[in-house]
């Protein structure tokens, strides 16, 4: 077992990828803390792992408050933290809102398959304030507040490991999702940075930047939007969310011994190099 007797937590643990990486460190032989926004929805994968090895926690991490609170229980119920999994996420935050960027999506398609490729501006121009705000807040805020309250338990041991979820939308940036390509840039900035900053100090910081995986976030595509994605993904699937769990054991294990401030991205050939 790769995690015997490590401490592990996986923010956004409820479903999808967080819910497999969870299921996986227990696996592995980690006593894992699942977060969610409800305790019902992390005890739904508690109930999936190994008997014993999973607890569930509530929290928002875009609230400090909560964050803070949260991890003051992993300290006082496990008095150490080997390591954070920020999966933490949000996609589009409405009905409306998914339906307008899949319209423009789907436009954009056209035009590049009719070869007539035109510049499009609706999605920022008509993007609100709440929306930017909540999908940073979500993404780049809850990682800052959850690696920050890690640090504290990490450091002073010299040992840890912390693994960022970032996206190929990072890598190459969405036109439909500005807002979710300006948060996942910043947390593999964050990755890079804070790398370089506890390095010495024995703590190993990583990311993930995931192409399209079959998950809750991604269920509501149009089947046009899928279609496409799967003819620019030389693989030809969707990734399962086991598939970046797997990567995610890799980071978190010994056998990465060498690796921080770097990015591992199961995409299936969608963004190929760096």
Same mark, same amino acid.
């Given at each position: 077992?790769?995690?015997?007797?490590?401490?592990?937590?996986?923010?956004?643990?409820?479903?999808? #990828?967080?819910?497999? #990486?969870?299921?996986?460190?227990?696996?592995?032989?980690?006593?894992?803390?699942?977060?969610?926004?409800?305790?019902?929805?992390?005890?739904?994968?508690?109930?999936?792992?190994?008997? @014993?090895?999973?607890?569930?926690?509530?929290?928002?991490?875009?609230?400090?408050?909560?964050?803070?609170?949260?991890?003051?229980?992993?300290?006082?119920?496990?008095?150490?933290?080997?390591?954070?999994?920020?999966?933490? @996420?949000?996609?589009?935050?409405?009905?409306?809102?998914?339906?307008?960027?899949?319209?423009?999506?789907?436009?954009?398609?056209?035009?590049?398959?009719?070869?007539?490729?035109?510049?499009?501006?609706?999605?920022?121009?008509?993007?609100?304030?709440?929306?930017?705000?909540?999908?940073?807040?979500?993404?780049?805020?809850?990682?800052?507040?959850?690696?920050?309250?890690?640090?504290?338990?990490?450091?002073?041991?010299?040992? @840890?490991? #912390?693994?960022?979820?970032?996206?190929?939308?990072?890598?190459?940036?969405?036109?439909?999702?500005?807002?979710?390509?300006?948060?996942?840039?910043?947390?593999?900035?964050?990755?890079?940075?804070?790398?370089?900053?506890?390095?010495?100090?024995?703590?190993?910081?990583?990311?993930?930047?995931?192409?399209?995986?079959?998950? %809750?976030?991604?269920?509501?595509?149009?089947?046009?939007?899928?279609?496409?994605?799967?003819?620019?993904? %030389?693989?030809?699937?969707?990734?399962?969310?086991?598939?970046?769990?797997?990567?995610?054991?890799?980071?978190?294990?010994?056998?990465?011994?060498?690796?921080?401030?770097?990015?591992?991205?199961?995409?299936?050939?969608?963004?190929?190099?760096?």
């Amino acid at each position: 077992m790769r995690l015997r007797d490590k401490v592990g937590l996986v923010t956004g643990g409820g479903s999808g #990828i967080g819910r497999a #990486i969870a299921v996986r460190f227990a696996a592995e032989g980690a006593q894992v803390v699942v977060n969610d926004l409800t305790v019902e929805r992390a005890e739904t994968t508690v109930k999936g792992m190994v008997a @014993g090895r999973g607890r569930a926690v509530a929290a928002d991490v875009s609230d400090s408050a909560q964050v803070r609170a949260m991890f003051a229980a992993v300290e006082r119920d496990f008095g150490r933290l080997d390591v954070l999994v920020n999966n933490a @996420g949000i996609g589009l935050t409405s009905e409306d809102e998914r339906a307008r960027l899949t319209r423009v999506a789907e436009a954009r398609i056209g035009e590049t398959l009719a070869g007539e490729i035109k510049t499009r501006w609706d999605v920022t121009v008509n993007m609100t304030d709440a929306t930017w705000r909540r999908m940073l807040a979500v993404h780049l805020d809850g990682t800052f507040y959850c690696t920050r309250e890690a640090l504290r338990l990490m450091l002073p041991s010299s040992h @840890g490991v #912390i693994i960022n979820l970032a996206s190929v939308a990072a890598l190459t940036g969405l036109e439909t999702a500005p807002h979710y390509s300006a948060a996942k840039g910043g947390i593999l900035s964050f990755t890079r940075a804070l790398a370089r900053e506890v390095g010495a100090h024995g703590v190993r910081v990583n990311a993930i930047c995931p192409g399209y995986i079959d998950t %809750p976030m991604t269920a509501g595509m149009s089947p046009l939007l899928q279609k496409v994605i799967l003819s620019r993904t %030389p693989l030809g699937r969707w990734g399962e969310p086991e598939e970046v769990a797997a990567t995610a054991l890799f980071l978190a294990s010994d056998e990465s011994s060498f690796y921080t401030g770097q990015w591992l991205s199961p995409n299936g050939g969608l963004v190929i190099g760096g």
